[in-house]
């Protein structure tokens, strides 16, 4: 599995409480899955959860776009850029 670390942005950061977590995933699916069980039990986890569904996401500074998550595959040392809707882009 690659190591990577997933940096959260805007109220994703809010929701999550950190501004960046190490997990170890070899597709964004499953780094995301992991995110949602990781914050599962505190009292932010539905929130969090609520956020994701709204995120875009960068892997390596690249733009996931409308790729399926789990087609994604992460690398070793990577970085996960989780991204809220931004007001007045």
């Known amino acids: 599995m690659a190591k990577v670390t997933v940096r959260y942005w805007a109220a994703a950061k809010a929701a999550a409480g950190v501004a960046e977590e190490p997990y170890e995933a070899d ?43 789990e087609t994604v595959r992460l690398a070793d040392g990577g970085t996960v850029e989780v991204l809220p809707p931004f007001a007045g882009g």
């Open 27 to 69: 597709t964004l699916a499953e780094a995301l899955d992991a995110v949602r069980a990781r914050h599962a039990g505190s009292g932010s986890g539905s929130e969090l959860a609520r956020v994701l569904l709204r995120c875009s996401f960068l892997v390596d500074g690249d733009p996931v776009g409308t790729r399926g998550h």
